[in-house]
């Protein structure tokens, strides 16, 4: 897959997250370095959704704060 595939497949996905009001979280690891910031289109389609920023935790279930808006995620679905 080539990395233009797999931004559209990304963009798409959050499409039907968002066509079906599912519960989004946005995060990334070490977006002011070799990683970079969340793509422009995500930002744009949850406008209203913070960012979580790890600075350099690859694994996200390691961050507290992810595990806690996934946590919140599960408690407004119930």
Same mark, same amino acid.
Request: glycine share 4%; proline share 9%.
């Given at each position: 897959?080539? &990395?233009? =595939?797999?931004?559209? $497949?990304?963009?798409?996905l959050a499409?039907? *997250?968002?066509?079906?009001?599912? &519960? @989004?979280?946005l %995060?990334?690891?070490?977006?002011?370095?070799? $990683?970079?910031?969340?793509?422009?289109?995500?930002? %744009?389609?949850?406008?209203?959704?913070? @960012?979580?920023?790890?600075?350099? @935790?690859?694994? *996200?279930?390691?961050? &507290? =704060?992810?595990? =806690? *808006? @996934?946590n $919140?995620?599960? =408690?407004?679905?119930?």
């Open positions: 897959m080539t &990395p233009e =595939e797999f931004k559209n $497949n990304v963009i798409d499409k039907t *997250a968002k066509i079906f009001d599912l &519960p @989004v979280i %995060t990334t690891s070490v977006d002011w370095g070799p $990683n970079g910031t969340i793509h422009p289109e995500l930002s %744009t389609l949850f406008p209203d959704v913070k @960012v979580i920023r790890r600075p350099g @935790v690859i694994n *996200a279930w390691r961050w &507290p =704060e992810f595990r =806690e *808006a @996934v $919140n995620t599960e =408690e407004k679905s119930s």
